[in-house]
């Protein structure tokens, strides 16, 4: 096994691993782990440097570890590559590699802290459900360092029955009633083309400005608009206009709805053989009551059992809709890793701290509030989150969650 460090930014060597790449994160089902979101990320919304690692075997990428190196409070800390708009973060090991998996993930590991002696490392937005999450925990016991996991997000998915080895997603004869509806509802508005890809294969900048812009607009006349965020403005939209450019047209799908020509619906999705995320979705007022929003979702559904995938994840969040249809739920943690040693020890648990501190502070709701009152500084945070109120509407299956900062136990 051969580990690598290279550090001269996404262009010379780097540039020859993007193949490899795309197709490791592709074998481990990872959307949020590809180069051309990683890169899109860390350009536009990232801080520090990158450091990418990789692990062969005989000639062949078994595993990378995408970071970012920054420096805070005298202390270096790692962080995965992207992270932020990222709704998950992973170490990318071949699962179809000879080569065991631990010992593929602990080089990778070694070698991060080998280039960055004594760092932090503070990985967001890992899985219950990925098994890089025990691994992480086992390697940082293994080498005397503090283990931290913190609860950060809940997600949802919706997997597909297997019948005779072929994903089906549930598409019942009211589904297909309700797509007929809205066609009929559409077509009273205009002509109406309904487009599995807005973009080409190899789209050019000028189209992706342009259906960005598209995008945009749909966003600015939903209904909910002035509640609702709006990816296509500022950092996050530089962010989607690169990952569209760059990203193989195999890891992206971005439907929509035309009525005489006007963009009026659309949903992204990435994509990975075995799963599809449904990152963002909207519609334009004029078509709020025809339910294009639905229809959009049902044809990724099929679209998706049709090439082979076995879930649909709707990321973070637990909104009434992504409940309906989800029958699985997962909790992401944020792992830190501290340095060992009294007053090293102290001083990265203090940092690591400071920025896990949204994480703390939810975990703490009701001293905060009680503070916030004693000192007279107006209502504090809300005793029960929306989120966890919808989460309350309906029970669904998965694996169960753990309360503050305790792990999830190893698999």
């Not at 637990?318 to 340095?339: D, E, F, G």
Request: with cysteine; aromatic share 6%.
């Amino acid at each position: 096994m051969e580990v690598l460090a290279p550090a001269d930014g996404p262009t010379g060597e780097w540039t020859l691993l993007t193949r490899e790449w795309e197709g490791l994160a592709a074998r481990a089902g990872a959307v949020f782990a590809t180069p051309a979101w990683a890169w899109s990320a860390h350009r536009h919304t990232g801080r520090g440097w990158p450091l990418v690692i990789t692990a062969r075997d005989e000639g062949d990428l078994v595993g990378l570890l995408a970071l970012t190196v920054r420096r805070r409070c005298g202390l270096s800390i790692l962080s995965f590559l992207g992270a932020g708009p990222s709704d998950y973060g992973t170490i990318l090991v071949d699962p179809d590699s000879p080569q065991d998996q631990p010992r593929i993930l602990d080089a990778l590991l070694d070698a991060a802290r080998a280039v960055v002696p004594g760092s932090l490392l503070d990985l967001e937005q890992v899985s219950d459900a990925d098994p890089v999450l025990p691994l992480l925990q086992d390697w940082g016991r293994r080498r005397g360092l503090s283990v931290h996991c913190r609860r950060q997000s809940e997600s949802m998915q919706e997997v597909f029955q297997v019948e005779r080895g072929v994903p089906v997603p549930p598409k019942t004869r009211s589904m297909r009633r309700h797509g007929h509806r809205t066609l009929r509802l559409l077509e009273s508005l205009g002509e109406v083309e309904v487009l599995a890809d807005l973009l080409s294969r190899v789209p050019t900048r000028a189209e992706v400005l342009s259906l960005a812009d598209e995008c945009a607009a749909v966003d600015a006349g939903h209904p909910q608009a002035k509640r609702r965020t709006h990816p296509w403005r500022g950092p996050s939209g530089a962010l989607l206009r690169d990952f569209l450019s760059a990203a193989p047209s195999s890891s992206r799908w971005l439907s929509g709805v035309r009525v005489d020509g006007r963009l009026v619906a659309y949903q992204l999705d990435l994509v990975a053989p075995s799963t599809v995320a449904t990152y963002y979705a909207s519609y334009h007022a004029d078509v709020a009551p025809f339910g294009v929003g639905t229809y959009l979702e049902s044809q990724s559904r099929v679209r998706a059992a049709k090439a082979g995938a076995a879930q649909i994840d709707f990321l973070r969040g637990m909104q009434p809709y992504k409940l309906r249809a989800a029958n699985v739920q997962h909790t992401s943690y944020r792992v830190q890793l501290v340095p060992g040693g009294v007053i090293r020890g102290s001083h990265g648990r203090a940092v690591g701290a400071a920025l896990a501190w949204r994480q703390i502070v939810r975990r703490h709701r009701r001293l905060v509030n009680g503070v916030r009152r004693v000192l007279r500084l107006g209502p504090g945070l809300p005793a029960r989150s929306c989120r966890a109120s919808a989460g309350r509407r309906r029970p669904v299956s998965g694996t169960p969650t753990h309360p503050g900062d305790d792990p999830p136990p190893a698999a």
